[in-house]
């Protein structure tokens, strides 16, 4: 096994720190060193100094989304903090419904991961509106730093034992049976998810229009707490008055962080 120095432990964190926001404090280093040892074998680097010169020095930018994929773990389930799902079917899309009259529905899945939070809500939106819309715009915004968990999420196609926690009525109306081990979202339901390879750190969010709900669930955990501050004040600068910002269940925002208003555990509302 390839070991890592302090210095090159280091300049690695730093590199991911200003890059993607992400902290790797100390307790990672094993993690970093078991999740890249097969990409220093595979390029015949001998030590993570090579390999940090070959990711600086890569002006493809693949070397870069390669380390940042290893290190991240995209793990989510379908139905994943259903009270949140609930939450907006209940109370968020009818506040919605009765305020928006453009009929233009605007929310963003950050960190959307292979897709499984994008497609429940819009099974839940294609239950609220139809397909027919009733001259409503509801396309859901995507996003993720890692293009490999993109082209899964587009495909829009699981294992039938990921696909087992949807409820059957979902199940039956929304997919459809690829062979006896796999299954697929209908046409409808992928086209209303619009996935993009986004980094959360990016200096300008190049958003035309503000969202009436942003997901930003179990991604600010990799964030310090200035980082965490920062992004989570941009959310509300693009959220529409009245918008709400769903945090994972381990995620909560103090009174001083940010003028979001609380409104139940890990959901919070912009006034």
């Known amino acids: 096994m390839i070991t890592i120095t302090d210095h090159e432990f280091k300049k690695l964190s730093a590199l991911v720190k200003s890059n993607y926001g992400i902290k790797l404090g100390d307790e990672k280093r094993s993690l970093v060193v078991g999740r890249l040892h097969n990409v220093l074998l595979h390029k015949n680097f001998d030590n993570f100094t090579e390999y940090y010169d070959y990711v600086v ?15 991240t773990t995209n793990h989510t389930y379908f139905m994943r903090e259903i009270a949140h799902f609930n939450f907006f079917r209940d109370h968020v899309l009818p506040h919605i419904k009765e305020t928006e009259r453009s009929k233009d529905l ?11 939070e994008p ?4 099974m839940i939106i294609a239950d609220w509106v139809g397909f027919n819309q009733d001259g ?3 396309r859901i915004l995507a996003t993720d730093i890692s293009s490999k968990v993109l082209e899964a999420a587009k495909r829009g196609e699981y294992q ?5 926690s949807i409820p059957a009525p979902w199940r039956k109306k929304y997919l459809r049976k690829v062979n006896e081990e796999r299954g697929m979202f209908i046409e409808q ?5 619009i996935f993009r390879l986004f980094n959360l750190m990016e200096p300008v969010f190049p958003f035309k229009r503000k969202f009436h709900a942003i997901f930003c669930r179990n991604v600010m955990i990799y964030f310090d707490a200035a980082t965490r501050k920062a992004l989570i004040n941009r959310f509300y600068e693009i959220m529409e008055p009245g918008g709400y910002l769903f945090l994972g269940h381990s995620e909560s925002l103090s009174r001083h962080e940010s003028n979001y208003q609380y409104v139940m555990p890990s959901v919070y509302r912009k006034g």
């Open 57 to 71: 020095t890569d002006t493809t930018g693949e070397a870069l989304t390669t380390l940042v994929e290893k290190l």
């Open 106 to 116: 605007r929310i963003w899945s950050a960190g959307c991961s292979t897709g499984e």
């Open 119 to 122: 497609y429940t809500l819009a």
């Open 136 to 138: 409503w715009e509801t």
């Open 160 to 164: 039938l034992e990921q696909l087992a």
């Open 189 to 193: 339901i992928r086209n209303e998810v």
